[in-house]
């Protein structure tokens, strides 16, 4: 059984908790920070995070993440930023919060980072900040 999946103790807030250990690799920290709700990494930070999407020691498929990054980053100057919603055990956390406001046309409006407000840069994050 996978300890983020064990609802007998409370194994999830350790593992989570590793983000903000300075005794943490910050490869590690960074890898488990993307897989955070509401983060963003701006393009000026993506090169750091392919570093560690590359360097992390693990049989994943943070390789080929990274290579589909790299090619969105240099084929995209309009590319802003990148947010992952790294779960399926909730909703999709990159719609508009405004769908209240919204006509059925409209509801599925994609989130604005310029404009919303409910979303953390991973690479501001004191946990990163040295």
Wanted: charge should be negative; hydrophobic fraction near 40%; include cysteine.
């Amino acid at each position: 059984m996978s300890r983020m999946f064990d609802m007998f103790n409370n194994t999830r807030q350790e593992i989570w908790d590793l983000f903000k250990n300075p005794e943490v690799s910050i490869i590690d920290r960074i890898v488990l920070g993307s897989t955070f709700d509401n983060v963003v990494v701006l393009r000026k930070d993506i090169p750091k995070l392919l570093e560690a999407y590359r360097a992390f020691e693990a049989d994943t498929s943070l390789p080929q993440q990274a290579d589909e990054i790299e090619n969105l980053y240099n084929s995209d100057e309009e590319f802003i930023a990148i947010a992952w919603n790294q779960t399926s055990v909730n909703c999709d956390v990159w719609i508009s919060p405004d769908f209240n406001d919204l006509d059925e046309d409209e509801c599925r409006k994609p989130y604005n980072i310029s404009k919303h407000t409910d979303h953390w840069d991973l690479f501001q994050s004191p946990s990163l900040i040295s």
